[in-house]
């Protein structure tokens, strides 16, 4: 079903995914209004990982091996890392230049027409591979400006290091490129926010952020140290470590970590 009609929309929007855990229903339901209220939203299906059997088909079918000598990743993060990742695949064949990934507890403060509007302006602005949509509070490395809806301005900066993957545009380009780093043996580690983050420091990626606060914000868990009541609870934190596969050395660390040595890997 065509849900643009003849509504003019940014080129990117009409691409846009959400990662919806479909076992978890406050996380669907969190889904359901952001699609109520912005209809082009495309669901995913995330890889859940609680089923040990989908999560290995997943990490087989993508052609990964994780570097288990990085983090200790559960079950969880590695099953966000399946599902971004099946997204990038999927983009790195499309035709369409850009697209836009949300996880299932996004929600847009200032609605769905400064959304498009922001993701707009964003991919018209400075080539990336990725842009950040949302970076994670406490990594603005200067206080950001705050999105106004009736007067949206977003610019975009060199990448920082943050974590989140809450919401973000990624190019075809930067479609392929993930991919190719997803399947290379010892770049693949999870969590994927810390991966992504990693590959941009490296210089492997491309990696831009926005200079606004409120484009997309986060209606799940910042801190389990500090947990909020009201917050989703984390599909990723306490689901248990990651057993399988074999053993991988990395060899995508940033050398700035001081940890790689001549050829790359960390010791």
């Known amino acids: 079903m065509d849900l643009t009609g003849d509504i003019e929309l940014p080129v990117p929007v009409d691409s846009c995914h959400a990662i919806v855990l479909g076992s978890a229903p406050r996380r669907v339901e969190s889904y359901e209004r952001l699609v109520a209220s912005c209809p082009e939203i495309k669901r995913h299906k995330a890889v859940e990982g609680k089923d040990a059997h989908a999560l290995s088909r997943a990490l087989k079918d993508l052609g990964v091996r994780l570097a288990t000598d990085v983090w200790q990743a559960t079950v969880g993060q590695v099953a966000c890392l399946c599902s971004h990742a099946q997204l990038w695949r999927r ?7 850009f697209f836009v990934v949300l996880e299932d507890d996004a929600v847009l403060p200032n609605g769905p027409d400064a959304f498009r509007e922001a993701v707009d302006q964003v991919c018209r602005g400075p080539d990336f ?33 943050t974590w989140c993957l809450l919401a973000y545009a990624v190019s075809r380009e930067g479609a392929r490129k993930l991919q190719h780093l997803i399947e290379t043996e010892g770049c693949a580690h999870a969590p994927i926010d810390c991966m992504v983050a990693d590959w941009g420091q490296r210089g492997l990626l491309n990696v831009r952020c926005v200079d606004s606060q409120g484009i997309a914000e986060n209606a799940g868990q910042l801190d389990m140290r500090v947990p909020q009541k009201d917050a989703l609870p984390s599909n990723i934190w306490g689901t248990g470590d990651f057993k399988g596969g074999e053993p991988v050395k990395s060899h995508a660390m940033p050398v700035a970590s001081g940890r790689a040595d001549s050829d790359g890997f960390v010791d």
Do not use: I, M
């Not at 983009?91 to 230049?97: E, L």
């Not at 591979?129 to 200067?142: A, F, K």
């Open 91 to 97: 983009f790195a064949h499309c035709p369409k230049p």
């Open 129 to 161: 591979d990725v842009c950040y949509l949302y970076v994670y509070p406490d990594h603005w490395p200067q206080p950001p400006k705050k999105l106004n809806p009736s007067k949206v301005r977003v610019a975009t900066t060199e990448g920082f290091r």
